[in-house]
């Protein structure tokens, strides 16, 4: 019986090496387990035994069963886990196949850029403010001291209605109708359209400008320069230099053109900058005490700055388009590029 | 305006390097704009001594030279020019130099002997139109010193960029006095010690002015028996190096005090002015005047002229006239020196078109006390450079006096705009400096005179911006603001906006962005009815071009164009779209406006590209209404004739009309070449963002299960599909969910006529769970109910 029982193990242990499907290994399992199955079938003589010969059968019974029963059970998984993996091999794809991308649409860059400028003055608690592209002399020029007879109207090639209005030529006038409309303290930003008669590789007919203004008691140049920086370094990184540079605006004074070092170039002296290492941004200074007196605020009362840029100007620091009058083509390669 | 390094240097001492300086100009509020080194065309080209000539062994007309070029052995150089001989100075041209005229000198053969190189005429250097012989140099001159340096060719020129304010700085000595206010060194004026032995300037003429409202002062002077020829080469270089053309000495004379001073000059030929005279003028309507441009130019009375006793001989401050210009047989010349009242200027310049340097000073402001100096300057040079005697004294007609303007200046005050911490005393050195004069010493409250070249100071503020330009802008601490942040006002609008913008680009339509501009051609080709007050935009007076003569009224006529751009580049997938104000009447408002063509889809396996349908653009349009909080608006068939009479429909709120979506109309598609069909919408922005539901508010989720029907119904074609679900809806009650449309059929298996909709019912209740008892009543009701209404049958 011992016999029979050690070779009942090493037969069942030599056959299941050789079995490669479950269902083979179900047969198997009968063969040895099942009702007539050769285990089943040694394990029922064992009553047929003497008392003397049967603990020692039975202890030898008992393990050859549960070895089995475990290398059965080993087969199983390592069936199951030879299955899984031929099947993941198998479910291998093409990784360059094209991927279902979802459809999504994107802004305008100059919308981004706009987006990210009203973003930041946000930030230092500017608020939005607005007014119309089709101005009155009045709001566009006067009030903003620009009389008809001065020089600086010629700067601007201005677009005028048949009706005796005019395209505004910057979006400062939303100045002049924000102190009209509130008192200080005033802190807004004017993003819009302006117009101004010009057509070529740097310059479109029209154009985006976001105007600010800020209004109080006791405001400083000191402090124009700090919200420009602050704007600069959050715009274009922390490590770009900033120059303030006199200049002549009429509606401010003292007037300011404010230049960071070139992005290209990083102040170098590149074809970008024509050689200076700084590049343009915009124009700020203190409001004018006449720009005061065209709302009715006391000059000596309130100062304030102002400050405009032109946001394809800002874009085209990043994008670098040769020829500024591809935003309005509305190519969708251009469009795709942001 | 353009000025130069060594030229600014005679009227003020300064040490800066010509990027340095540029740096200091800049800062100062004179912005650089180039800076371009001259005489650069004469690289290789030294001054050489000739210090022997042989005959060529060769050839007859040629001789071997040998020439001193500062270095250990002389060139050999062969050269054909009569002229040259030993000892003499002259340009060599060495090896490697490329002359003006395009010549590269290379070492040569010349009938066999070799020549190192090229003596050279002014004509070869493109000096002047001499090719007489070789130019002759002075003699002191170094051999081997670079022929720029030697002949003062080696300058720098900047182009400044002068603001409209600042009319003193169109001079070199303008100029120089800013240079002096950063470098406190002061500016050195020219000297002027005029001989005046030609008789009494009285005698000889008379300025009557008759129009002292556009002329505020008139001087002249007479130099008799003047030679008219070239200037000198020293005075002709500076005009050239500044890009202002050589004429003759004495007009080149009035340019270069105009450059040096800012004041314009004119000369004019003093017997060519009837009775020896000038009459300043308001010029008679149709007067005519032939200028120096040889142009014969009709006058108005709003024009100001300078007459003899007859007629007009200058346009005044613009330009002389043709009759009274200095020739070669000049003899006698009399010298205008005179201040005009800008905005006349500038209104007569444009008029005629006619834009000089001298316009551009007179219509900036020029300094009405500069008359005499600039005047005695040019007198001076006159008389140096092209001989003749001066008139005694000065004819000077000054009807309006300047007045000097006094401002008081609180320094506390400066720093208070400022934030800066500057003393008293800076800010008075900064501003004498500048040629302002204290009039007391009271550091408190100043009182200063502005100098009479600065027509642009005249209050407090104007001398802030002069002490924080001089005293340095980077110098000016960077702070943040102290005040209070204003509270914010909340602006919906703002937020419909943003919410539609990203609805939209989550469709895949993405953003353009068009210029306010269109044509009336553009309504015809979306075939706007004549009478449709679209048509009807607000008109440019100077438009670029017809196209763009109008302000839109519509988004629709720039995306198709969009669309038309794109397609003719062979793009196919156009989902555009814009949000942007349009112009009707003296409003402004907002529209949102797409379109879709071409194709749509991913393009990739089951998600294949297809064409868009009325559905596509439907979808798009629901959705945004959706994300605007619209809800319960109504749809109805439009005969707008920019849409396909059957495929189109107009968004009403009640009785307003908020958009209009559907396919294009053929004719518009043909209009804008589009191969495909075309679907586009376009809402009234501001309706939607009035009518939106800003506030969302919870509603609860039911915790009992739903419960779904699926049924198709066959019924007459025509019926609209939404009114099923409204009888659904009504006869469902409270226990109806939802019901959506999954299917529509026509075709064989349905009649003629008829067609087959298949709808999801689904039957929730927010108190209990449903049992089919009860929901099978309610489905029976309802089918019963679509029979009734509407004759539906049940497909089965």
Known sequence: ?338 | MNVTLNWLKTYTDFAYSARELADRLTMLGIEVESIKQLGTELTGVVVGKVTGIHPHPNADKLLLCHVDVGDDAALQIVCGAPDVREGMLAPVATVGAELPNGLKIKRAKLRGTISHGMLCSEKELGLSNDDAGLMELAEHIAPGTPLAGALGLDDIVFELEITPNRPDCLSLIGVAREIGADTGNPLKLPEVHLQENGGDVRENTSVTIEAPELCSRYAARVIRGVTIGQSPMWLQRRLESVGIGVINNIVDITNFVLMEYGHPLHAFDYQKLAENRIVVRRANRGEKLTTLDETERELDTTMLVIADAEKPVALAGIMGGEDSEITNATCDVLLESAHFQPASIRATAKTLGIHTEASYRFERGTDAEGVIPALNRAVQLIADFAGGTVCEGIVDVYPRQHQPIHIELRPERVNFVLGTQLEAGQMHDILSRLGFHVENANPDKYRFTAPTFRPDVTREIDLVEEIARVYGYDKIPTTLPKGNIPVPVPKPTVEIHKRIKQFLLSTGMMEVVNYSFCGPGSFDRIRLNENDVKREGLRLQNPLSPEMSLLRTTLLPSLLENARHNRNHQIDNIALFEISTVFIASKEPYRVTGILTGKVGGGVYEDAYRHPDFLDIKGIVEGLLEVSGINDYTLAKTAEPTFHPGRNAEVLLGKQHIGIFGEAHPEVLKNYNLPYRAYLFEFDLDALTENAEPVKRFEPISIYPKVQRDIAIVLDADIPSNLPIEFIKITGGELVESVRLFDVYEGEQVLAGKRSLAYTITYHSGTETLTDKLVNRVHGNVIKRLHQELGAELRM
């Open chain 1, 1 to 338: 019986m011992q016999e029979q029982l050690i070779q009942i193990q090493s037969d069942a242990l030599a056959a299941l090496e050789d079995v490669k499907t479950s269902d083979a290994l179900e047969s198997l399992r009968i063969a040895y387990f099942g009702r007539n199955g050769r285990l089943t079938t040694v394990m029922k003589g064992m009553r047929n035994l003497s008392t003397e010969e049967r603990p020692a059968a039975g202890k030898l019974a008992n393990e050859v069963r549960s070895s089995l029963t475990k290398a059965f059970e080993d087969k199983v998984n390592r069936l199951a886990r030879t299955r899984q993996a031929q099947q993941l091999e198998e479910e291998a794809v093409d990784i360059t196949l094209p991927g279902r991308k979802p459809l999504y649409g994107k802004a305008h860059p100059i919308m981004q850029t706009l987006e990210q400028i009203e973003t930041i003055f946000k930030q230092m608690g500017f608020q939005v403010a607005t007014g119309p592209d089709v101005e009155t002399e009045y709001y566009n020029f006067d009030a903003l001291n620009t009389p008809a007879e001065h020089p600086a109207r010629e700067l601007h090639d201005t677009f005028y209605l048949t009706d005796g209005h005019l395209l505004r030529t910057h979006t400062s006038p939303v100045q002049i109708r924000a102190m009209e409309q509130q008192h200080p303290p005033i802190r807004i930003i004017a993003p819009g359209k302006a117009y101004r008669v010009d057509y070529d590789v740097s310059h479109t007919p029209m154009f985006h400008q976001v105007e600010g203004l800020l209004v109080d008691t006791h405001v400083t140049f000191s402090e124009l320069k700090g919200v420009l920086t602050s704007f600069a370094q959050q715009m274009f990184g922390k490590r770009i230099r900033m120059r303030f540079r006199p200049h002549f605006f009429p509606f401010t004074e003292p007037s300011a053109e404010v230049d960071i070092s070139c992005t290209v170039c990083s102040g170098n002296g590149c074809r970008s900058c024509g050689g200076t290492g700084w590049s343009e941004i915009l124009g700020a200074g203190a409001v004018h005490p006449e720009v005061f007196r065209a709302v009715n605020y006391d000059a000596e009362q309130v100062t304030g700055f102002a400050f405009g840029m032109g946001v394809e100007r800002i874009a085209n620091l990043q994008f670098r388009i040769p020829d500024i009058r591809t935003f309005y083509e509305n190519d969708l390669r251009f469009l795709r590029q942001f």
